[in-house]
């Protein structure tokens, strides 16, 4: 009798145990849930021409795939970007190309917009980049689900100063500026972010090494300058 009484109690003292073990699990399981984590991944969509790209250069030192690794060091789960942009393309072109994308109903945590070099280039009329820019600018602006704080404008580099450009700075520059001067306005009466480049591009008049090898598009380096600039702002906004 007293072996069984042992054999009852011992049964019972694990059986105690178990549920003690089942409900720290539980616990445990969900601390977890409550706790937010800080892995969610977070897309990016980046619309724009050469500059986007990352004509003559690696992709990987492109400002995009720079923007995404230096958000990563700073613990933001970016996804590889997803790019929407060609050389040569103008604002109606892009435009063109989010029609024929395939995800137009997609949403993305966060846009960058950097175009019209070749509206400029091609002497489009600059009264139709104001049409078209603003076009494309709300067409980012759905992307970011409405969010316009989630929505980054790049200025036009000013290709002048480049070796590409022949001398003809005191020509080109001017034009650019009147290009930026309708994209910024635009941006800002949007809402949106805005990034003036253009002043770091021109500092390619006297530093060649920020120029790549093709004598027209920025290099890793100069692409760099726009993150270190880009980055801050961008993580200031996923933090919110």
């Not at 069984?4 to 019972?12: K, M, P």
């Amino acid at each position: 009798m007293k072996t069984l009484q042992i054999i009852l109690i011992a049964i019972t003292a694990l059986s105690g145990c178990n549920k003690k073990a089942d409900v720290a699990r539980l616990m445990t399981v969900d601390t977890t849930t409550k706790t937010k984590p800080m892995t969610d991944s977070l897309s990016y969509l980046a619309l724009g021409d050469s500059y986007t790209i990352g004509e003559a250069v690696p992709s990987a030192e492109s400002y995009p795939y720079q923007l995404t690794s230096a958000l990563r060091d700073n613990s933001f789960n970016v996804e590889i970007p997803k790019i929407i942009a060609t050389t040569g393309w103008t604002t109606d072109n892009l435009i063109a190309a989010i029609a024929k994308s395939g995800i137009t109903s997609k949403k993305f945590n966060f846009v960058t917009l950097l175009i019209g070099v070749n509206d400029q280039f091609q002497g489009l009329s600059q009264d139709n980049y104001k049409i078209k820019f603003a076009q494309v600018l709300n067409t980012a602006i759905t992307f970011a689900n409405g969010d316009t704080s989630r929505v980054f404008v790049l200025s036009i580099p000013d290709y002048g100063v480049t070796p590409f450009a022949g001398g003809r700075d005191g020509e080109i520059g001017p034009e650019i500026d009147q290009f930026n001067a309708i994209n910024k306005s635009i941006s800002l009466k949007a809402g949106v972010n805005y990034l003036d480049i253009t002043a770091i591009s021109r500092t390619a008049a006297n530093d060649p090494t920020l120029i790549a090898p093709d004598g027209l598009h920025p290099s890793g380096k100069m692409y760099l300058l726009w993150v270190k600039q880009l980055a801050p702002m961008l993580a200031t906004e996923l933090k919110k």
